[in-house]
């Protein structure tokens, strides 16, 4: 589940939001903990991705994502969570992210990001993907190879000794080649003990700013993408955002510990 955008006391120089206070560092044996959450979180996420076709109704992927997570001795981490009503976030089209799983069927066409979270043994999990549904416009195949490539790109740049902005500007440089744009009204987020922990992490902003990398911080770094313009709009149900111009939106994104030799994504099946 995505971070809304703060701003947050900084040092001086570097850009509003990502200072680096209370960025914690996670020994080797909570990183093997938080594994299993994220490993189970891929897991489920890799089990939806298979269901997905058209005709079935947003709801019925989230029973499916409640009842596997539970069947694992989890606890849905979005149920609840500053009163969000679901386990899964069901984003379609122009939704950029907090989808309410609902009645909707899903249509041949459709795109669909998955956004989903897992507690278990006291650390959380954070993944999302978008899928798509049956056979999609070029427009949106470009959409989804980009919003993915520049998760991977911003993840080479999650390494020791680099900035925070760092991964930052590595997806927005390669969003912004393909004449796409990214979302600053969300960003990612460090994540452990609790869903949500500093430091933001946008997918926006200038190079060698924030603070800087060590071994052991967990962040989950998951880029916003629309075909249209940044800007966004939350509906009347106070969750779901869409693009401001109804372009279409993808997400996708994995949680990851910075390591001595560069990152290990802990949010893979």
């Known amino acids: 589940m995505v971070f809304i955008w703060t701003t947050v006391k900084t040092n001086p120089g570097e850009i509003e939001g990502v200072g680096d206070n209370m ?15 994220n490993r189970l979180v891929a897991q489920v996420l890799k089990r939806l991705r298979e269901v997905i076709k058209p005709g079935i109704p947003t709801r019925e992927l989230d029973q499916i994502a409640e009842r596997s997570i539970k069947e694992a001795g ?14 899964l976030c069901v984003s379609i089209n122009a939704e950029v ?9 899903l249509r041949e066409g459709d795109i669909v990001s998955l956004d989903l979270g897992a507690y278990l043994n006291g650390y959380y999990g954070d993944a999302a993907i978008t899928v798509p549904v049956g ?30 902005l760092d991964i930052s500007h590595a997806i927005q440089s390669w969003v912004e080649s393909f004449g796409f744009s990214v979302v600053r009204d969300f960003v990612g987020h460090g994540i452990g003990r609790n869903l949500h922990e500093d430091p933001q992490v946008p997918n926006f902003g200038p190079p060698h700013q924030g603070p800087r990398l060590l071994p052991g911080m967990v962040l989950a770094i998951e880029p916003m993408i629309n075909v249209g313009t940044w800007e966004v709009k939350v509906l009347k149900d106070g969750w779901t955002a869409v693009t401001a111009d109804g372009s279409l939106s993808a997400h996708f994104e994995h949680t990851i510990v910075v390591t001595d030799g560069g990152s290990d994504i802990l949010t893979l099946p």
Do not use: D, W
């Open 74 to 87: 989890a606890i849905p981490a979005f149920k609840g969570y500053r009163g969000y009503p679901a386990s």
């Open 97 to 105: 992210v907090h989808g309410i799983p609902g009645s909707r069927r």
């Open 23 to 37: 960025i914690n560092i996670r020994t080797k044996q909570e990183i093997e903990i938080m594994r299993q959450s």
């Open 135 to 164: 056979e999609v416009s070029q427009e949106a195949k470009k959409l989804l190879e980009v919003t993915q490539q520049a998760l991977s790109k911003g993840i080479e740049q999650a390494r020791s000794g680099n900035r925070l």
